[in-house]
């Protein structure tokens, strides 16, 4: 039988099933991982482009493009996931979408279609289909779709091009341990700095506002505490978020809070979640302001809540010299596993979060760009 010349050598796909990449899949955190490609669309002259597949993870942008002097940079993230009976879907990307449009607004920029969002995000998790974390290993694909000013700009004001991408990468925990349990942490509340002007752009998943955090995250971990707690700019008085994540507490009489500050903290898709599930377990909800000093002894459990961790437990927050503890989170931790549930499909998705991705799909006809020969 004569030799067959490997398929890859000549550039060729190897045939590809989930979770078929060389990976440790129950090892994973929460860092870069190196995966197959990205999906990239140019907005110019008010038009979208159809969009393309690029194998290279570098991006060719013009000195003076409006990101890197103006900021005009917006993100979003949410994961796929490997279901129990075999499906591959993403959870809430929807809500990202809408997000990301409203902060196209705030920041002047072409909003993203729907139609180009969808379709960018399934042939991205498609083409990338070895590396989603197979069912049962506690892993997820996370997807970040990313917008940003890529047309050259001197003086101030929107650009004139805007590129928009989507790229993949699996993730494990964030903050949990190896078994998946949940992980609590002391946090400091921060009275140095501020994350978001009251009638700023807090709202908006933009660029700036986290490296504007990340003084203020290494100054609290030079203290000792893995997370810290900002509270509103113009009193010092009302919890806002934590870095990077929203505050949810359960008070000692069974009600979820959450502040409500509209224009400076992070419309958090993971909070909007949990607040459905709350009112599916008859707990009351309130989004209202939140006063730090005379509510805290009425909270029984503190969460920080997000894309990556689903819920963090904070088992204590300290303010200069007095330190308040919490107890075991136990509504918490009923909320995160029903959230966990619903992602792995182990459970009805009653309000329609999960969106399927339809793997057997032959890909539209698109130019797939990389710096690697034969490919």
């Not at 570098?58 to 490997?82: C, R, S, T």
């Not at 998946?180 to 400091?188: E, F, H, N, T, V």
């Amino acid at each position: 039988m004569p030799w067959k010349i490997p398929m890859e050598m000549w550039g060729q796909p190897l045939p590809e099933k989930i979770g078929s990449a060389p990976l440790d899949w129950r090892s994973l955190g929460f860092e870069y991982v190196p995966t197959k490609s990205h999906i990239r669309f140019a907005w110019k002259d008010g038009v979208w482009d159809s969009g393309h597949a690029f194998q290279d993870p570098y991006l060719p942008v013009h000195m003076l493009a409006n990101v890197f002097h103006y900021g005009q940079a917006l993100f979003e993230g949410f994961k796929g996931f490997h279901t129990k009976n075999g499906d591959v879907c993403t959870f809430a990307d929807k809500l990202s979408w809408q997000r990301l449009s409203h902060g196209c607004r705030r920041f002047r920029m072409p909003e993203v279609p729907l139609e180009i969002w969808e379709n960018a995000i399934n042939e991205t998790v498609r083409d990338n289909v070895s590396f989603i974390p197979p069912y049962g290993t506690n892993g997820s694909l996370y997807v970040r779709p990313f917008l940003f000013g890529s047309g050259p700009r001197l003086g101030v004001g929107p650009s004139t091009e805007y590129t928009f991408v989507v790229f993949v990468n699996p993730v494990g925990s964030y903050y949990q341990t190896d078994s998946g349990a949940m992980q609590a942490l002391d946090g400091l509340v921060n009275d140095t700095y501020d994350r978001a002007a009251p009638l700023g752009c807090g709202d908006c998943k933009a660029a700036g506002n986290y490296a504007a955090d990340l003084e203020s995250m290494h100054a609290a971990k030079r203290l000792g505490y893995p997370i810290s707690l900002y509270l509103d700019a113009r009193e010092r008085r009302y919890v806002e978020e934590f870095n990077t994540s929203n505050f949810v507490a359960i008070t000692k009489d069974g009600r979820y809070v959450t502040p409500d500050a509209p224009r400076s903290v992070l419309d958090s898709n993971t909070n909007k979640v949990l607040q459905q599930l709350a009112v599916d377990l008859n707990l009351p909800v309130e989004r209202r302001q939140i006063d730090f000093e005379k509510e805290v002894d009425s909270f029984a459990e503190v969460g920080a809540v997000g894309t990556a961790v689903v819920v963090t437990p904070i088992r204590s927050l300290t303010r200069g010299n007095q330190t308040w503890t919490f107890g075991e989170p136990k509504v918490l931790r009923e909320l995160r596993d029903r959230v966990r549930a619903i992602q792995n499909g182990e459970v009805e998705d009653k309000h329609g979060w999960m969106r399927q991705m339809k793997l057997d799909d032959a890909p539209r006809d698109k130019t797939v760009l990389s710096v690697y020969p034969g490919l």
